[in-house]
């Protein structure tokens, strides 16, 4: 039989508090989510992602109320198909920005860019290199040769129109990794090679392989070795820029950060690069680093030389239309 006793006034407002409570607590993980939400960001495991390895590392995202989750792929084209798919919110830097352009025809306003990673003679990211007793001194001595470029649209297009600009013509291009050019060339399977650091880097110190030329892009397709290459760039998606005005904000001011610490503590910085890329040790200090432009440090000269850039592409038939950089560039 049961004996129940009615609720007294006291206990019921002790359950309806309780109940408050409860819904409260549910209520809030949602309100949470929606204030910070995950940001994934598509990175290629290179040295010039060092600013969003050392901001992730050290936790400026988290200071800023932030998760992100860096994705790792084997290359630029796929960081940026992952951006039209919807499977990221934006890219590092390092990059291909050929690459993000591609996903920009395809999608037009897909993505803005707030940093970029630009490269010349001084700050070396792309280079020829030759084995170390290759009796090749120059560029235009690769005329006929045997020649590996990294993977992809952006590598392969300049590679090539580099060759044929320092007079290299009848050079036999073919792709391959990256991570393979030093093996390549001292198996004497390529000539030379059309490379990103840390590879000349690698080489040199194992003492295998030498730079033939560095700072190739700006000299042979700018037209000035000191010109900056925009090579890389990092960015976020428009859709989430729109969706997320307040934490994309922060997701910046965030990585901001990590260029600082690039900028500032170079030696305290290049201790990132470990877990995210294959440099450690003793390489890590010896890798050069790239340079590093915000959004809101582009002159009318460094966007002249990025539209060059993106032109030599639809020249070439590799993009179907003209894609104005102006447009692509984060406003804030």
């Not at 006291?10 to 204030?35: D, E, F, K, M, T």
């Not at 033939?212 to 989430?240: C, N, Q, R």
């Given at each position: 039989?049961?004996?129940?006793?009615?609720?007294?006034?006291?206990?019921?407002?002790?359950?309806?508090?309780?109940?408050?409570?409860?819904?409260?607590?549910?209520?809030?993980?949602?309100?949470?989510?929606?204030?910070?939400?995950?940001i994934?960001?598509?990175?290629?495991?290179?040295?010039?992602?060092?600013?969003?390895?050392?901001?992730?590392?050290?936790?400026?995202?988290?200071?800023?109320g932030?998760?992100?989750?860096?994705?790792?792929?084997?290359?630029?084209?796929?960081?940026?198909?992952?951006?039209?798919?919807?499977?990221?919110?934006?890219?590092?830097?390092?990059?291909?920005?050929?690459?993000?352009?591609i996903?920009?025809?395809?999608?037009?306003?897909?993505?803005?860019?707030?940093?970029?990673?630009?490269?010349?003679?001084?700050?070396?990211?792309?280079?020829?290199?030759?084995?170390?007793?290759?009796?090749?001194?120059?560029?235009?001595?690769?005329?006929?040769?045997?020649?590996?470029?990294?993977?992809?649209?952006q590598?392969?297009?300049?590679?090539?129109?580099?060759?044929?600009?320092?007079?290299?013509?009848g050079?036999?291009?073919?792709?391959?990794?990256?991570?393979?050019?030093?093996?390549?060339?001292?198996?004497?399977?390529?000539?030379?090679?059309?490379?990103?650091?840390?590879?000349?880097?690698?080489?040199?110190?194992?003492?295998?392989?030498?730079?033939?030329?560095?700072?190739?892009?700006?000299?042979?397709?700018?037209?000035?070795?000191?010109?900056?290459?925009?090579?890389?760039?990092?960015?976020?998606?428009?859709?989430?820029?729109?969706?997320?005005?307040?934490?994309?904000?922060?997701?910046?001011?965030?990585?901001?950060?990590?260029?600082?610490l690039?900028?500032?503590k170079?030696?305290?910085?290049?201790a990132?690069?470990?877990?995210?890329?294959?440099?450690?040790?003793?390489?890590?200090?010896?890798?050069?680093?790239?340079?590093?432009?915000?959004?809101?440090?582009?002159?009318?000269?460094?966007?002249?030389?990025?539209?060059?850039?993106?032109?030599?592409?639809?020249?070439?038939?590799?993009?179907?239309?003209?894609?104005?950089?102006?447009?692509?560039?984060y406003?804030?």
């Open positions: 039989m049961s004996t129940s006793r009615p609720i007294s006034g006291a206990s019921r407002r002790r359950v309806l508090q309780a109940g408050a409570a409860g819904i409260a607590a549910l209520a809030a993980p949602a309100v949470l989510a929606q204030a910070a939400p995950k994934r960001i598509g990175y290629w495991p290179v040295a010039a992602g060092l600013p969003f390895f050392a901001a992730v590392d050290r936790g400026y995202f988290k200071e800023a932030l998760e992100v989750e860096p994705l790792k792929f084997a290359g630029a084209q796929q960081v940026m198909e992952a951006m039209l798919s919807g499977r990221s919110d934006g890219s590092s830097n390092g990059t291909g920005s050929a690459n993000l352009a996903g920009e025809i395809a999608q037009p306003g897909l993505f803005k860019i707030f940093c970029t990673n630009p490269s010349n003679a001084k700050f070396v990211l792309d280079e020829f290199i030759v084995a170390k007793d290759s009796p090749v001194k120059s560029m235009a001595e690769l005329k006929g040769k045997k020649v590996a470029s990294g993977p992809g649209i590598n392969m297009t300049l590679c090539k129109t580099m060759l044929e600009r320092a007079g290299a013509t050079a036999a291009v073919s792709e391959l990794p990256i991570g393979q050019h030093v093996a390549a060339l001292v198996a004497g399977q390529v000539d030379a090679c059309y490379t990103l650091e840390p590879t000349g880097t690698v080489g040199r110190m194992n003492g295998t392989t030498r730079v033939l030329e560095a700072g190739v892009v700006a000299k042979y397709i700018l037209g000035d070795p000191m010109a900056p290459w925009h090579g890389g760039a990092a960015s976020l998606t428009s859709e989430f820029i729109k969706k997320n005005p307040e934490a994309a904000k922060k997701y910046i001011a965030a990585y901001a950060r990590g260029i600082e690039v900028r500032t170079p030696e305290e910085a290049r990132h690069m470990k877990g995210y890329t294959a440099i450690e040790g003793a390489l890590t200090a010896e890798v050069p680093l790239a340079s590093y432009m915000l959004y809101n440090e582009f002159k009318p000269s460094d966007l002249a030389h990025f539209q060059k850039f993106y032109d030599l592409f639809t020249e070439k038939g590799i993009f179907e239309k003209k894609v104005a950089v102006d447009g692509l560039i406003r804030g």
